[in-house]
């Protein structure tokens, strides 16, 4: 398409017609990287994006001068300064978000987290922030030129900035959200005895021989003989 224009438009030069045809405007793209590089390290475009006072005053010189990495290095140093003080920890780094965002017994937390929306969001955010703690604040510190992009160091501070925001919205406190309490399965006792039952003999009686008939036969077919009383002897 831009060839065709650029052709109709050389051939109204040739005819002599291009002064009476209105040079229409060039379509305005959001293009970070040209903004970057018109503008003396993207200055402007840093004070644009990045507002909030704890960063601003830690990496906007640095930005403007080209220590990117150092100038993102420096806004999660101050990051992880705001969530100590805001959470009271004496911690820092990975550590210091772990204990300040646990999903179970946070300092810093968004909502009561009690559906599965308000715990997940607590358990993301918990992982976000040790994440770029691991992630971005350490080699940007211990590696020299970790950063060396315009593009790439105003995206992690707008990351940070985020991030600082979202800590600023956060509530203080440590609570703790109690579990319903599980109630145990009922089991039946097996030292437990059934009743008696009134046609079972109880234990330790033997059951009663029936009476012989006088009479009756033997195992060896002899009729059984009347067994006679012993008297008193005289």
Known sequence: MLE??????ELLVELG???SILALPVPKTLNLEDGLSNDEGGTARFTQAVVEPEIVNV????FASGHYSIAVA???K???KFVA???GLAQSGVVLMDQAFSPKCPKLYWSDRHTASEKDEQRGYHQIFSGVMLGIRNPATHEFGWVDDANLALELLLMAQHLLRKAKMASVGGVVIPTPPQIP???PCSCRKSPASPLRRPAGVSAPRPPCPTGSPRPDGNPRRPRRRRGPSP
């Open 185 to 187: 399965a009922i089991r």
């Open 85 to 87: 003080a805001r959470s």
């Open 59 to 62: 990496a906007r010189d640095l």
């Open 78 to 80: 101050a990051l992880d």
């Open 4 to 9: 065709r224009v650029k052709r109709f438009q």
């Open 17 to 19: 017609a291009a002064g």
């Open 74 to 76: 420096e806004a999660y």
